[in-house]
């Protein structure tokens, strides 16, 4: 055989090898479940993969809806088309912190966000629920890590549920079936790039 044979050869047999192994480990993943994903870190990409999984779902033809826990008043491509195609959204409504300062108003605007997300979380017909940016009102205590965690525990078997945000609470992260972490290794911004339509917004 030449070299290049025997490499070909090699190569094959690994392939087959990697395959074997992945077939098995697929055929023993036998369950059906609502899963709870997390995407937190402080890298770009959290809200943009749980849109991308809510497209994911509706292509199949899943019933999603989409509560949005910061940044109400900015622009987001997703919500335009997504609403087109029939997802419901709640938006907090509010600007944040930052740009409101009144903590009360945030409260109140995190709670009214909240209760929308249980009446979905509750409902078996809802296939799919994204609580986008929820992770900050937990840190900010402006809603209640308990009943955030029995309403998790106790939705429909059935329905799948995505969290997005920095510092997700250790209780999610515990309760959560899937969890990736984003980490930053370059951001435009950092380099007075300002955000881009399309991409960032
Ligand atoms: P995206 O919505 O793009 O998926 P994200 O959900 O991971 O981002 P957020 O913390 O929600 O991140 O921030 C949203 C906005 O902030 C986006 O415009 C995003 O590009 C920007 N951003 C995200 N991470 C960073 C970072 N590490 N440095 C600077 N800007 C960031
Ligand atoms: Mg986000």
């Known amino acids: 055989m030449t070299d290049k044979a025997n490499d070909q050869a090699r190569h094959k047999e690994r392939m087959q090898q990697q395959k074997e192994k992945v077939d098995k480990r697929i055929a023993a993943a036998t369950d059906d479940k609502g899963l709870l994903l997390v995407i937190t870190g402080n890298g770009k990409g959290k ?3 749980g849109f991308g999984t809510v497209a994911r779902a ?10 949005q826990y910061v940044k109400g008043t900015w622009a987001c491509g997703e919500r335009d088309l997504l609403e087109k195609l029939g997802v ?21 605007a995190a709670q009214t966000a909240w209760q929308a997300s249980k009446k ?19 840190t900010y205590k402006y809603i209640d890590i308990d009943d955030v965690i029995e309403t998790l525990e106790n939705r429909p078997s059935n329905q799948h549920v995505i969290v997005t945000g920095r510092a997700c609470h250790r209780r999610v ?4 079936d899937t969890v990736s972490e984003v980490r930053p290794v370059k951001h435009a911004f950092d380099n007075g790039i300002k955000a881009q339509k399309g991409i960032d917004w």
């Open 47 to 49: 809200s943009t993969s």
């Open 173 to 176: 992260i515990e309760l959560a």
């Open 58 to 67: 509706v292509g199949h033809g899943l019933s999603a809806k989409v509560v």
């Open 120 to 138: 979905w979380l509750t409902d078996p017909s809802v296939e799919l629920v994204l609580l986008d940016e929820i992770t900050y009102m937990l």
């Open 88 to 108: 419901e959204f709640h938006v907090m409504g509010t600007g944040f912190t930052w740009e409101t300062q009144d903590k009360e108003k945030d409260i109140k």
